[in-house]
């Protein structure tokens, strides 16, 4: 059993399941800034990407010095915005901030539409970028483990 634990935390793994956590998360949240965009004194929600790319950049450092390589769990820890969970399940938690750089409309809605939209591209990108690594990563691991060549 340990042998797959070690499997399953070598690499790039744990960091692109972390991506792909936040970014589903993160999609959750501006979706339901667009389902409520004509609501009156409706305020949108969201989370820095890059906050989370820094922790997640950190925990990787971390790793690498603590035990030489690219194996083992990624030490996370939790920022204003993201709670990581510990233990096997692996779920974040987000806490968003509404920002307050938008125009206030005359229904005292704060939305940027086109900044909406760029967010959820950008956000778009950012799985899609994952699940393709981590699939990959998936696919040289089934070949090792099928002996194909």
């Known amino acids: 059993m340990v042998i797959f634990n070690d499997l399953a935390n070598a690499g790039a793994a744990p960091a692109l399941e972390q991506v792909l956590r936040f970014a589903g998360a993160r999609q959750r949240l501006l979706a339901h800034n667009i389902a409520n965009i004509d609501t009156p004194d409706f305020r949108p929600v969201d989370v820095s990407p890059g906050a989370f790319r820094e922790e997640l950049a950190r925990a990787v450092r971390k790793r690498r010095e603590e035990r030489g390589g690219n194996a083992g769990e990624l ?11 510990r233990g096997m399940s692996g779920s974040l938690v987000l806490r968003p901030a509404s920002p307050a750089r938008n125009v206030m409309y005359h229904d005292r809605n704060n939305r940027d539409v086109e ?7 950008e956000n778009q990108l950012m799985y899609r970028t994952a699940a393709d690594l981590l699939r990959r990563e998936n696919d040289l ?6 002996q194909r060549v």
């Open 141 to 146: 691991l089934r070949t090792a483990i099928g």
């Open 75 to 85: 030490p996370l820890s939790d920022t204003d915005e993201v709670s990581f969970a």
């Open 115 to 121: 900044r909406l939209m760029q967010a959820v591209a």
